[in-house]
């Protein structure tokens, strides 16, 4: 449920009763955009450098590679346990525009 900058996330398993565990999910949806940029390298090299495609099978750039998924992942981490945790105005907000009083 979304409304003006507001973001609420209903969860419908008990699985995720641990902050740890839901900030780690929400974490993960950060690495896609590190899968992106791979694949975009992978077919900008494919087109302009084919030489350079060898690299994807190097020990050395899936280390450098994975050094950007790391960090990222952890700030993302940090962002979702710190700062994403809502206020009472902003629950009054929410459960008034969803007729929860």
């Not at 699985?15 to 900030?23: A, E, G, M, P, R």
């Not at 990222?72 to 969803?98: K, N, P, T």
Request: proline share 2%; glycine share 0%.
């Amino acid at each position: 449920f979304t409304t003006k900058s507001k973001f609420v996330l209903f969860l419908l398993d008990n699985w995720f009763n641990s902050l740890h565990l839901l900030c780690a999910y929400n974490a993960l949806f950060s690495l896609f955009i590190v899968i992106i940029g791979l694949h975009f390298l992978y077919r900008y090299w494919l087109l302009y450098s084919p030489s350079y495609i060898e690299l994807f099978s190097k020990t050395r750039f899936l280390f450098t590679f994975s050094c950007f998924a790391v960090p990222e992942f952890a700030v993302w981490y940090a962002a979702s346990y710190f700062l994403f945790e809502a206020s009472d105005s902003q629950r009054d907000e929410i459960s008034s525009r969803m007729n929860l009083k």
